[in-house]
């Protein structure tokens, strides 16, 4: 029987059922600090805590959503189910718009990005990107390279200006248009380092 989980802003899943409100984002000392740092008329929806760790960052904006959520029809990641984690390896930054400064993180293989909290990375803010795949970023482990293509929305996607129609290497801080925003590509591994380095050392 399928579980209905919900997504709080940040990326976190949780049972409604057993907790009124996230329990990552609003532990007992985040409590104490959100008590502190505003008062009782603020609008619980723009307090954004800072988050360590899960594997979506601090990248969400906007309501929770909740959809009914079947464990078994999600797709594992190949990199997860070989190493037992699976770690940032860049980033997206949004540079222009209502979305600046927010940080998107990129995992290994296929990331889709879209409004919807489905989504590898989930951007709302921006209703010219589509709900689901609008576009992916995808990291190969084996040429340790990044690739970026169009999905199936309706808006074009470009990177450094050009419209792009087919599958085309990333390099680092090009520039990705996405609807109406704008990103620069940050990556972590690559040429100067890989996680499956660190994996190989643990062995040894």
Request: charged share 30%; glycine share 8%.
């Amino acid at each position: 029987m399928a579980r209905v989980l919900e997504f709080c802003k940040n990326g976190h899943t949780y049972d409604p059922r057993e907790h009124e409100r996230c329990p990552y984002c609003y532990g007992e000392e985040a409590n104490k600090q959100l008590d502190l740092t505003r008062g009782a008329d603020d609008d619980e929806d723009e307090f954004t805590p800072t988050e360590a760790g899960g594997h979506k960052a601090s990248a969400t904006r906007g309501d929770s959503d909740a959809y009914d959520y079947d464990e078994e029809d999600r797709t594992e990641s190949a990199y997860m189910k070989e190493k037992g984690m699976d770690p940032v390896v860049g980033w997206l930054v949004a540079v222009t718009g209502t979305l600046k400064g927010t940080d998107y993180r990129i995992h290994s293989d296929n990331n889709f990005i879209g409004r919807s909290r489905r989504m590898s990375i989930c951007i709302s803010g921006d209703d010219t990107i589509s709900k689901e795949n609008h576009a992916v970023i995808s990291y190969d482990t084996r040429s340790k390279k990044f690739y970026f293509k169009p999905g199936t929305g309706k808006n074009l996607v470009r990177v450094n200006e050009n419209a792009i129609f087919s599958i085309t290497e990333l390099k680092a801080y090009d520039i990705i248009e996405l609807g109406v925003t704008k990103f620069v590509f940050i990556p972590f591994c690559g040429e100067g380092f890989d996680w499956d380095q660190t994996f190989e050392k643990e062995v040894e």
